[in-house]
C-alpha cells in the first residue's frame, strides 16, 4: 500500500445515487440521556449476543453516528461535510446501508445523511438476499439489524493520490463510532470481519462502489 499524499490538482467526482423507490424519513428529537464519557468509553464491547432491535433506537444511532451537521465548500469546489466521525479531507466516501429486522423478508435501505432519510433500494429481492445469505456465513443476522458500509472510492481520490488506506482508516473510524454510540445508547454492536465483495458487487453493477464489511446492532 503506497504512501498517499494531496494532488496537486483534484479530480471531478460524481456521485453514485444509489437506486431507491420510497423514503422513510426519520426521527430529530431524542430525550437527553445521561452518561459519563469515560464510562461510556470503558465500557464498549464487542457482543455477538444481539436481540431484536426498533426503528427507533436505529434512528438515534444513525443520527448521533454519520448525520451531516454542516456542509461548506473546499477549494476545489467540492462540498465538504462535517460530522461526529472523522475522514480525510472531509470527503467521507462511507455510505451506509441498513437492514433492519423483518416479520417477511430482510431488505436494504441507503441512509440520506443529509436530510435523515432511509431510502429502500430497488434491487430484485434474490440479488439482496444472495447478499444477506454470504453475510450470513459470517455471524448469523439474526433479529439485530445490518449496518453496512458501502464505499465511493473516486471520493477520495478526487483529492488524494494512493488514497487506499485513507478510506480503509475512515471505514474504522465509523465503525469504532457506531460503537461507541451504540454502548451510549444501551445497545449492542458487534462488527464483522467478512466483506461479501461477489454478492456485494451483484447488487450494484458498478466501478463505482466496494464494500466496506459492516456490523451488527441490537438489543
Given at each position: 500500500?503506497?504512501?498517499?499524499?494531496?494532488?496537486?490538482?483534484?479530480?471531478?467526482f460524481?456521485?453514485?445515487h444509489?437506486?431507491?423507490?420510497?423514503?422513510?424519513?426519520l426521527?430529530?428529537?431524542?430525550?437527553?440521556?445521561?452518561?459519563?464519557?469515560?464510562?461510556?468509553?470503558?465500557?464498549?464491547?464487542?457482543?455477538?449476543?444481539?436481540?431484536?432491535?426498533?426503528?427507533?433506537?436505529?434512528?438515534?444511532?444513525?443520527?448521533?453516528?454519520?448525520?451531516?451537521?454542516?456542509?461548506?465548500?473546499?477549494?476545489s469546489?467540492?462540498?465538504?461535510?462535517?460530522?461526529?466521525v472523522?475522514?480525510?479531507?472531509g470527503?467521507?466516501?462511507?455510505?451506509?446501508?441498513?437492514?433492519?429486522?423483518?416479520?417477511?423478508?430482510?431488505?436494504?435501505?441507503?441512509?440520506?445523511?443529509?436530510?435523515?432519510?432511509?431510502?429502500?433500494?430497488?434491487?430484485?429481492?434474490?440479488?439482496q438476499?444472495?447478499?444477506?445469505?454470504?453475510?450470513?456465513e459470517n455471524?448469523?443476522?439474526?433479529d439485530?439489524?445490518?449496518i453496512?458500509?458501502?464505499?465511493?472510492?473516486?471520493?477520495?481520490?478526487?483529492?488524494?493520490?494512493?488514497?487506499?488506506?485513507?478510506?480503509?482508516?475512515?471505514?474504522?473510524?465509523?465503525?469504532?463510532?457506531?460503537?461507541?454510540?451504540?454502548?451510549?445508547l444501551?445497545?449492542?454492536?458487534?462488527?464483522?470481519?467478512?466483506?461479501?465483495?461477489?454478492?456485494?458487487?451483484?447488487?450494484?453493477?458498478?466501478?463505482?462502489?466496494i464494500?466496506g464489511?459492516?456490523?451488527?446492532v441490537g438489543?
Amino acid at each position: 500500500m503506497k504512501n498517499p499524499k494531496p494532488k496537486n490538482n483534484y479530480d471531478q467526482f460524481y456521485p453514485f445515487h444509489y437506486p431507491s423507490i420510497r423514503k422513510t424519513k426519520l426521527n430529530r428529537y431524542f430525550k437527553t440521556k445521561e452518561g459519563e464519557f469515560l464510562d461510556v468509553l470503558l465500557t464498549r464491547r464487542s457482543s455477538p449476543e444481539l436481540q431484536d432491535i426498533s426503528l427507533d433506537d436505529i434512528t438515534e444511532l444513525l443520527y448521533f453516528s454519520n448525520k451531516i451537521q454542516s456542509i461548506s465548500v473546499d477549494d476545489s469546489g467540492f462540498l465538504s461535510s462535517k460530522r461526529t466521525v472523522p475522514s480525510a479531507g472531509g470527503r467521507h466516501p462511507i455510505d451506509i446501508l441498513v437492514s433492519l429486522p423483518s416479520e417477511t423478508t430482510r431488505f436494504l435501505q441507503y441512509y440520506n445523511p443529509i436530510d435523515h432519510s432511509l431510502n429502500e433500494l430497488s434491487i430484485p429481492r434474490e440479488i439482496q438476499q444472495s447478499f444477506f445469505a454470504e453475510v450470513n456465513e459470517n455471524l448469523s443476522l439474526g433479529d439485530c439489524c445490518l449496518i453496512w458500509f458501502s464505499i465511493q472510492t473516486k471520493k477520495t481520490q478526487s483529492k488524494y493520490e494512493n488514497a487506499e488506506s485513507l478510506y480503509w482508516r475512515d471505514a474504522g473510524a465509523l465503525l469504532y463510532c457506531i460503537q461507541i454510540i451504540s454502548n451510549y445508547l444501551g445497545l449492542k454492536s458487534c462488527p464483522l470481519g467478512g466483506l461479501a465483495i461477489k454478492s456485494f458487487d451483484n447488487l450494484f453493477h458498478t466501478n463505482n462502489l466496494i464494500s466496506g464489511g459492516g456490523i451488527l446492532v441490537g438489543k
